[in-house]
């Protein structure tokens, strides 16, 4: 599978780091060595989604638990969950850590992604939500610990995009 292995270490890694205790996801393609890593981890709780705005619930509840959580999802499941963003996370001030599968890009050979890949971008902006695509390896710790900072500090959701250079091995 051209999905790095290595890469999603490096995210795992720096989620437990964040003293991330929930993860929530649905399967998706770039995320599966993510979601088995934290099957396997008995330290870590990964619920299963039926649909993408279910996570913005279940982060909402562990942030009022006292319990670091973490969301999951390609771009077009946070294009599926924005009612919830909205009327729960941004209305009662709600941190969400979220991590984005950033399909649809440069180099997409999907055309079912293209669309979602547009208006990926421009949507958080809109929302006003903080954006930082990660392609560097190099930077992952650090940039998925300040995404956890910003968000717990504003009270605001955060979007980390995982883009192709960072998940695919070609």
């Known amino acids: 599978m051209p999905v790095s292995t290595t890469n999603s270490r490096l995210i795992y890694d720096a989620l437990k780091a964040c003293d991330v205790k929930i993860i929530s996801a649905l ?3 770039w995320l599966v060595h993510l979601l088995r890593m934290a099957e396997e981890d008995p330290e870590m709780t990964l619920v299963r989604l039926a649909k993408e705005e279910e996570g913005i619930g279940i982060s ?5 638990a006292g319990v670091n959580s973490a969301l999951l999802m390609q771009n077009h499941g946070f294009l599926a969950a924005i009612n919830p963003i ?5 209305l009662y001030k709600i941190p969400l850590l979220m991590l984005i599968s950033y399909r ?3 180099g997409e050979k999907d055309a079912w992604q293209t669309q979602g890949g547009l208006v990926t971008e421009p949507v958080l902006r809109a929302l006003n939500i903080p954006i930082w695509q990660l392609s560097n390896p190099a930077e992952v710790q650090k940039r998925i610990k300040d ?3 910003l968000a717990h500090a504003s009270l605001h959701p955060v979007a980390v995009l995982l883009s192709r250079e960072l998940m695919w091995e070609e």
Do not use: I, N
């Open 104 to 106: 649809g890009t440069f």
């Open 86 to 90: 909205v009327s729960l996370a941004l």
């Open 60 to 64: 909402a509840g562990a942030h009022l």
């Open 27 to 29: 399967p998706e393609t």
């Open 147 to 149: 995404a956890q900072t």
